[in-house]
């Protein structure tokens, strides 16, 4: 005997109907989904006892129907089933039976974070993944790495997926004014970030999987009524922990002792202005300031059985506390998916962004940290006894010098005045970007589906500069602009066939593929130099002569077959498998393919029976050991680095060709094998989880501009060529916990920790060492036996009490006294031993110099505490890193007895004999003594660090103050961002890396990491948000 | 589908296959060879700032380690930018000599037998060129021991692969000999005239011989330069060749400096000049306007280097009164003069001046001191009149004792700011004598003590197992 059950579904966090939810009866097939207004009726039969209830996104519930006809239920979101299917390359797999070693970290995370571009946040958030970022330019891109530093010379920068399209990434402007290309993508359109970081789920990338690969997928409508968000902040930012400086008095007292002392006249004065006053200038005051942001987020989601979409606009208008950097996105995106037929769908990812990025020259990015024209340099170098302006408002300036006016001093700064280049110079960079795709799926019988997929990442950036003629870069060619325009484009395409069945107890799914990529670079532009008349400030106007200037051709493609194979037994024994097959255009004829591959088994113990017997199964719910091993590749080896080639130059007004490549027809790419043991434990049925991984990357065939002699007079003194080797292991422990549960209260707390040790063991041309520049300076090498990029400099002892004078150790072990106050022959003269007082042979940085430590963290991660309190939630999360050294440079321009501005403790210089200090007697014109001329230990510092990386309180607005107006949540919140570093570094932010990403010889980010030059600080952010869901 | 599609290649550059497939490449390939040696950190203008600012007539203004700060106050080490810098230019510059010397060989039934000589001669000339550059500044002088010091590294074969980085330096000497090897060898193959869109920026016959006139002065072999100086220069005033490329002091100096020599049938001082065009200039921080030349009403110099006011600046041809026309070269600004024979503003497309005729007279002049004392004095008065007519040096200035010195003298004033000063104070065997000016001081370097060369590159230290650091 049949009968009608009736009820409403709601959800248990608002009260309000749930439509679409499945209803059936337990057992039983068929069933029925609830109207828009939550309500359903079903007919059962007299067997029935209880309906099963389950919604995408909430928790699965079943309920007794005993003897009555209506059944209401409230349905509780499963926050853990919307991030409990991982994506994996080209198919998903739940989080549960993955056996490579895959961290997720869900959109959710990223939100309201006061950040440019997605991976800023990503800091602690993931086990094995290292976030530096390098300093407070905005839209800087990070220091990103995967389980280590995975190559010397390529970019280690991992592969970002966006959807299942290979993104442009790294910075993309052409000047000063950052433009990291994964700024363009709006942090709250991500759903998901998944990382591969072993060779068992990277595999599928192949070629480019060597140092991790990210893979963003975009938010999707979601089942149910049209759900509408607004995410909203303001804010404000401050640059944190800048270096006191010496005031005006202070200055001329210390610049003239350090010219006395060498027996010139004194030569600094100060300079009193017409109300009797004294010029005292702060030039901190005119590179920075407290600067407001604003970010909004408004989408609009929903699905029906047919169709889902989510389409969303941003805008973020963020300036940065340096004057005249800010940051602007505008963007938006539809993602939608349609039901075609019954066995095809059709759906699209489609994204539009602009983003404009302004800077002055920070003199903070890769290459800059020695420009005389950078802001960082130029606020600590200035004099601080010199005004900016004139009193009649006019700059301060020394005209024909192009500098910064004297003042009372009788000696010019080389330095030009940094209120002139903020506000006359220029440097914009802006991108319109479409990243999108198309795909049809076909289910060709249950089961076996077919998927073509074409996408695409067309990136435009208008780069635009602009040097005043009376300061600074522009000076000696009456002022310049420099323009161009580049187009990146890529197209991927990518058909696949993949198969999913259950076979009893055996569960298989696999997939084939082929894929297609090509991507073509081309650049335009010029720069004018000599403006006509100073009121033209644009490339366009009229200038005196114009030459071309970045003009960019290139080219590459890809060609790949690939696929994968998933099987387990009873969810208990697990086996993968996946296989790249590709080829690249950029190697030669004989070396196009490369096959890649990694396989990884898995085990989950708490499975079986007899543990399920055992007393601890109720204490430890699961237990799975897994394992991995593989073989993937870095292939961003450039365009065209197998071909010998001659450039076409000019020899006055004669053609000219030269040898312009020494190619290496037997490149192939760099090798990375990576093995993974690990095993999850999950406590109390997920209450607690611990995460365990141990990894090791072996990579070798690195491939290394391999240093020529210069006398061979090889075109950059290198050859692409694969030699070296690497190895990156660690362990990496990931802890999740939801300590208190209940109505009115919550705790969780989540934990990454990973440990990382690099080691070089085979260099090219018979391991010779490799030196990492920061521009003039170097201050790094690579040395077989050590880790990458180790911090290198002339060991020194401290400052000789007798003399004051910097005692250097030599090769020898000897300690040699220096001072600038005697003839050069004499400057260095024997502290101690059978030769004391006589002179000894000048330091020799590139003999002398020892390694000083190592300067990657050696371990690394973040700690969350999450607490809710009825509708108060509280955040806190912290990162921490350390077990590297950090080389502050800075500090030696800091203490630098030229006519720079000095910090505040170089008033504790040498003065009287006996005396213990660290700051030698001041000679003027010294710029050995404290590190400018060569680096040097003393300015070498532990990078240990903890900050308070993140803490917000919210607090959620009473439903029924709005729910009549269609308002279902409204949450409101203060944040700060960088609240407090706890550390030992001297300098404003041991998070610093002045290198970054680059791979440009000269300043490689890789071989010169941890490097602290001239560059701007880091920021501390206050905001404030509001969170509306209709 | 698409056959090729995994076969790219630049639109912008050549594969070395085509490298040497035409008369016409192969042309612009020894036109690539002067580009090199051309390159603004070599003859493009550093190298001759390094050796004139070494020298005592140059006060630094700009103390900047990257134009040359610490090579104006000898506070060099093998990593200083200067140093590798430099090194690595010279030896690029050399290499595509080699390449070309190879590739013409290997193409030669693509040009004339006289046309494939001729270029080879060519690079010859050019290799011996950076090898004589190279020794000025990373060896020390010949009169040292006779050459007996080491030298650099001998690349005689193209380089483009990854063998042969371990290569041991070569004696003083061993490179002086392959010098004039490279240039006996050029000077009968070289081309007597060149059309005139290549006079004067291409090396004929004259320049070799030339060129030789200043190598064996550097070795002190005086009768070998007068043997040289003979084939281009007449007996008596006034002094020209006679053969070849017309070569003759011009009537007016500042003719000379004007910026260009190509393509101006009367400009015939330049022996061999390197040419700058808006679209090949020296770049960024190179280019000799912009160290030298003032900054005031868009002259478009940084004033990096004033001329120091005891130096050859103290000398009466720049006095106040002077009627020199040398003088005219130097222009005041604020408190200090400045040298202005480089006068092209950004993108700075002065020609360089690599040997002059001037110099070459100079040369003979001095080799003549002893051996034939009024031709020595005919030659440096020629010098000296061509910029003041009227001139008569005091007769106590050309006694036997003291021509030398005033020829030495008139070198630092003709030449002044063309490179010459410190391979001049190195050849003679003296010091570096102390500098001092508001921005910094330079210690005083006794001749062949620490300083007095460089180092060789820490580049080359670091990959050439078999290099001996200075």
């Known amino acids: 005997q049949d009968r009608t059950i009736t009820g409403t579904v709601t959800a248990s966090e608002d009260g309000l109907p749930l439509p679409g939810v499945s209803v059936k009866v337990k057992g039983a097939a068929g069933g029925t989904t609830t109207g828009v207004d939550g309500k359903y009726s079903l007919k059962v039969g007299n067997k029935a006892t209880a309906l099963e209830f389950s919604y995408i996104g909430f928790l699965s519930q079943t309920k007794a129907i005993g003897g009555s006809s209506v059944v209401n239920i409230q349905l509780k979101s499963d926050s853990k089933t919307l991030s409990d299917v991982v994506v994996t390359g080209y198919t998903t797999q739940s989080k549960k039976d993955v056996t490579g070693s895959i961290a997720s970290v869900s959109g959710e995370k990223l939100k309201n974070v006061p950040v440019q571009s997605f991976e800023q946040a990503l800091a602690g958030k993931a086990a094995g993944v290292n976030i530096i970022q390098p300093n407070g330019v905005l839209n800087n891109p990070p220091v990103f790495r995967v389980r280590g530093f995975n190559s010397i010379s390529l970019s280690s920068y991992p592969l970002i997926i966006v959807d299942g399209i290979p993104v442009f990434t790294g910075d993309q402007s052409a000047n000063s004014a950052a433009g990291n290309a994964l700024g363009d993508i709006n942090p709250s359109d991500i759903e998901s970030i998944d990382i591969l970081k072993d060779a068992a789920s990277s595999a599928i990338y192949g070629s480019r999987a060597a140092n991790g690969v990210v893979v963003i997928t975009t938010k999707k409508g979601k089942q149910g009524v049209t759900k509408i968000n607004y995410e909203g902040w303001v804010g404000t930012t401050k640059a944190q922990n800048l270096t006191p400086l010496l005031n005006a008095a202070e200055y001329v007292q210390i610049k003239n002792e350090a010219r006395t002392n060498i027996g010139q006249a004194p030569a600094f004065f100060l300079q009193t202005k017409s109300d009797g006053s004294q010029v005292e200038t702060n030039w901190y005051d005119y590179a920075y300031r407290t600067a407001t942001s604003q970010n909004h987020a408004l989408n609009f989601s929903g699905a029906n059985e047919k169709t889902s979409y989510y389409v969303s606009i941003g805008y973020s208008n963020q300036e940065g506390f340096i004057v005249g950097n800010s940051f602007e996105r505008k963007n938006g995106r539809v993602n939608i998916d349609h039901k075609l037929f019954k066995n095809v769908t059709i759906g699209t990812n489609f994204s539009y962004s602009n983003t404009l990025n302004r800077a002055p020259n920070t003199g903070s990015l890769p290459g800059q940290a020695f420009s005389t024209v950078g802001l960082g340099r130029l606020a600590i170098v200035l004099p601080p006894n010199v005004a900016a302006y004139n009193e009649d408002g006019s700059y301060n300036i020394n005209a024909p010098a192009g500098s910064v006016g004297l003042g009372a001093n009788t000696i010019a700064s080389n330095y030009p005045n940094a209120a002139v280049l903020v506000n006359e110079d220029k440097n914009t960079s802006e991108s319109d970007r479409i990243i999108a795709n198309a795909y049809a799926s076909i289910q060709i019988v249950k089961g076996l589906t077919f998927k073509t997929t074409y996408g695409l990442d067309n990136l435009k950036i208008d780069n635009n500069s602009f040097v005043n003629r009376l300061q600074g870069d522009g000076f000696t060619y009456g002022g310049g602009a420099t323009s161009n325009f580049v187009k990146n484009s890529r197209w991927n395409w990518s058909n696949t066939l993949s198969y999913n069945g259950l076979f009893g107890d055996h569960t298989l799914g696999a997939l084939i593929g082929a894929e297609d990529q090509y991507t073509k670079s081309l650049g335009y532009g010029a720069t004018r130099q000599g403006v006509i008349d100073p009121f033209i400030k644009v490339f366009q106007g009229a200038f005196g002569a114009i030459t071309p200037a970045g003009l960019i051709q290139g080219d590459n493609a890809f060609r790949s077959y690939f696929g994968s194979i998933n099987y387990d037994y009873k969810k208990k024994y697990y086996l993968t498998g996946s296989f790249r097959r590709d080829g690249y255009s950029g190697l030669s004829a004989n070396n196009k393919y490369g096959n890649f591959g990694g396989a990884s088994v898995g085990y989950a113990i708490s499975e079986e029976n007899f543990y399920k017997n055992l007393g601890i199964s109720k204490v430890l719910t699961r237990v799975k050991l897994h394992g991995s091993y593989g073989e993937v590749g870095n292939i961003n080896i450039g365009n065209y680095p197998a071909l010998f080639l001659y450039n076409p130059g000019l020899y006055g007004l004669s053609p000219a060709l030269s040898f312009a490549q020494a190619g290496n027809p037997n490149l192939t790419w760099e090798t990375s094998k990576k093995a993974d043991v690990g095993i999850n434990l999950e406590f109390l049925g997920g209450r607690f989880s611990l995460d365990v991984d141990y990894y090791h990357n072996n990579i070798d065939n690195l491939v290394q501009n391999a240093p020529q002699a210069p006398s061979k007079g090889v075109p950059g003194n290198a050859i692409t060529t694969n030699v070296g080797k690497m190895y990156n292991k660690g362990f990496e422990f990931t802890v999740n916990s939801r300590n208190i549960e209940h109505d009115d209260f919550s705790w969780t707390t989540s934990l990454t920790f990973s440990t990382l040790k690099n080691e070089v063991t085979a260099l090219g041309n018979n391991n010779a060492d490799l030196f990492g520049a920061t521009s003039l300076e170097t201050a790094n090498i690579t040395r077989v036996g050590y880790p990458i990029g180790s911090i290198y400099t002339v060991p020194t002892a401290g400052v000789d009490p007798a003399t004051g004078e910097r005692i250097f150790v030599n090769r020898f072990g000897q300690k040699l006294r220096f001072s600038f106050a005697r003839a050069t022959a004499a400057r260095y003269q024997y502290l101690d031993g059978p030769n004391a007082g006589q002179n000894a042979p000048a330091i020799d940085a590139a003999l002398d110099a020892t390694i000083t430590g190592q300067s990657i963290p050696k371990w690394f991660g973040g700690l969350d505490n999450n607490f809710r309190y009825k509708a108060f939630d509280l955040s806190l999360g912290l990162t921490f890193s350390g077990g590297n050294k950090i080389y502050y440079g800075s500090l030696a321009g800091l203490r630098d007895q030229r006519f720079w501005n000095n910090e505040k403790d170089v008033l504790n210089r040498w003065t009287t004999p006996g005396q213990v200090t660290d700051i030698p007697r001041l000679v003027y014109g010294d710029n050995t003594s404290n590190g400018s001329a060569f680096a040097q230990s003393q300015n070498v510092f532990s990078g240990n660090f903890l900050k308070v990386r993140n803490l917000a309180l919210g607090y959620t607005l009473p439903k029924t103050l709005f729910s009549k107006y269609g308002v279902s949540n409204i949450r409101v919140y203060a944040q700060s961002s960088n609240l407090w570093i706890i550390s030992n570094y001297p300098g404003p932010d041991p998070e610093v890396s002045v290198n970054g990403n680059s791979t440009t010889t000269g300043n490689s980010g890789n071989l010169a990491p941890g490097v602290d030059r001239n560059s701007v600080p880091s920021g501390r952010t206050f905001t404030f948000g509001i969170n509306v869901g209709f | ?470």
């Open chain 2, 1 to 470: 589908c698409k056959k090729n599609f995994l076969n790219t290649a630049p639109d912008t550059s050549l594969p070395i296959e085509d490298a040497f497939s035409s008369p016409d490449r192969i042309l612009s390939q020894v036109n690539g060879i002067y580009a090199g040696v051309k390159t603004g950190q070599f003859y493009g203008g550093r190298y001759l700032i390094y050796n004139d600012i070494r020298g005592e007539d140059f006060i630094v203004n700009k103390p900047n380690g990257v134009t040359g700060l610490d090579t104006w106050r000898f506070n060099l080490v093998s990593n200083t930018n200067e140093v590798v810098n430099l090194w690595g230019a010279i030896f690029a510059a050399i290499n595509r000599a080699n390449l070309v010397i190879e590739g013409v060989n290997a193409n030669a039934n693509l040009l004339s037998p006289a046309t494939a000589k001729q270029y080879i001669a060519e690079a010859k000339f050019l290799r011996a060129l950076c090898y004589y550059s190279a020794l000025q500044l990373y060896a020390k002088p010949y009169i040292t021991d006779n050459g007996a010091s080491l030298g650099v590294p001998l690349r005689l074969k193209g380089e483009k692969d990854l063998t042969g980085n371990d290569l041991k330096r070569s004696t003083v000497a061993e490179v002086y000999t392959q010098i004039l090897k490279d240039l006996n060898e050029a000077e009968p193959d070289l081309a007597l005239t060149l059309p005139a869109t290549s006079i004067s920026i291409r090396a004929t016959r004259n320049t070799a011989i030339a060129f030789k006139t200043r190598v064996y002065l550097s070795m002190g072999d005086l009768s070998s330069v007068v043997t040289e100086a003979n084939k281009i220069v007449t007996a008596t005033a006034p002094f020209k060749a006679t053969t070849g490329t017309p070569l003759q002091l011009e009537a007016n100096i500042t003719n000379v400096f004007s910026g260009a020599y190509v393509g101006n049938a009367t400009a015939t001082e330049a022996v061999l000049s390197f040419p700058m065009a808006d679209l090949d200039a020296p770049g960024t921080q190179n280019q000799l306007a912009y160290y030298y030349n003032v900054s005031i009403n868009q002259a478009g110099g940084n004033e990096e280097y004033f001329l120091n006011p005891s130096g050859i600046f103290a000398n009466p041809v720049f006095a106040a009164g002077s009627t020199d026309a040398r003088k005219s070269l130097t222009t005041v600004s604020g408190a200090n003069t400045y040298l202005t024979k480089f006068k092209k503003p950004s993108p700075y497309t002065d020609y360089i001046p690599v040997i002059r005729y001037a110099e070459v007279l100079l040369n003979l002049a001095e080799a003549t001191v002893v051996s034939d004392p009024a031709r020595s004095i005919a030659l440096l008065t020629a010098v000296r009149q061509r910029s003041n007519p009227g001139y008569i040096f005091p007769a106590t200035d050309l006694l036997p004792a003291n021509l030398k010195n005033t020829i030495l003298t008139e070198r630092r004033i003709e030449l002044l700011g063309e490179g010459f000063r410190s391979p001049d104070v190195m050849r003679l065997g003296a010091g570096f004598a102390a500098k001092s000016g508001t921005q910094g001081s330079a210690p005083a370097i006794p001749f062949n003590t620490a300083g007095y060369i460089w180092p060789i590159s820490a580049n080359e230290v670091q990959n050439n197992k078999l290099i001996v650091q200075n």
